[in-house]
T-cell receptor, first 112, second 116 residues
Framework: KQEVTQIPAALSVPEGENLVLNCSFT??????LQWFRQDPGKGLTSLLL?????REQTSGRLNASLDKSSGRSTLYIAASQPGDSATYLC???????????FGTGTRLKVLA | EAQVTQNPRYLITVTGKKLTVTCSQN?????MSWYRQDPGLGLRQIYY???????DKGDVPEGYKVSRKEKRNFPLILESPSPNQTSLYFC???????????????FGPGTRLTVT
């Protein structure tokens, strides 16, 4: 059964730092992996979607990489800003299914 | 504006009183899904639908029903709610899927349900 883990659960950094969030999954047979952002009391906003055939995706200051063989994805945030403070979630769609499995998220706080 | 809407946003009810949470999307998406989010457990998928009249169970379907009679709507039904269904519920939709290719999921704002 697919399990998705995100470490650390919480992270606090000063403004301007480059940082990496991690997402691990136990079954490497996936169709895709999606990173989301969730602000307190709000829904989820899609950040990046990586198909299984891709190694990385970029959007602005965000870069997500995917290493299926090792069961890992990283979300790199460059030059962090207080507005980046939120919970970041990853979700995978395992091959042969139409279901998504989510990690429990990393709560990020960027200090001004 | 392209969006997923949910109603109500907040609901307090009593054990056993049937309720329906509505979900609607205006993007002509084929895939729709319901999740619940609980502290320490993250988001767990309840049900999903690949198209009209096509639904299937997610990881936590017990106590819930869904229907997909129209493409834009995917209501979540709790026939006899219990306190362990107190949670934050999200509806999501995604464009047409083609085999192993899937697209971004778009989420609604959430419905906070409390069952006493």
């Amino acid at each position: 059964k697919q399990e998705v883990t995100q470490i650390p659960a919480a992270l606090s950094v000063p403004e301007g730092e480059n940082l990496v969030l991690n997402c691990s999954f136990t079954d490497s047979a996936i169709y895709n992996l999606q990173w989301f952002r969730q602000d307190p009391g709000k829904g989820l906003t899609s950040l990046l979607l990586i198909q299984s055939s891709q190694r990385e995706q970029t959007s602005g200051r965000l870069n997500a990489s995917l290493d299926k063989s090792s069961g890992r994805s990283t979300l790199y945030i460059a030059a962090s800003q207080p507005g980046d403070s939120a919970t970041y979630l990853c979700a995978v769609r395992t091959s042969g299914t139409y279901k998504y499995i989510f990690g429990t998220g990393t709560r990020l706080k960027v200090l001004a | 504006e392209a969006q997923v809407t949910q109603n109500p946003r907040y609901l307090i009810t009593v054990t056993g009183k049937k309720l329906t949470v509505t979900c609607s999307q205006n993007m002509n998406h084929e895939y729709m899904s319901w999740y619940r989010q609980d502290p320490g457990l993250g988001l767990r998928q309840i049900y999903y639908s690949m198209n009209v009249e096509v639904t299937d169970k997610g990881d936590v379907p017990e106590g819930y029903k869904v229907s997909r009679k129209e493409k834009r709507n995917f209501p979540l039904i709790l026939e006899s709610p219990s306190p362990n269904q107190t949670s934050l519920y999200f509806c999501a939709s995604s464009p047409r899927w083609g085999g192993y290719i899937s697209y971004e999921q778009y989420f609604g704002p959430g419905t906070r349900l409390t069952v006493t």
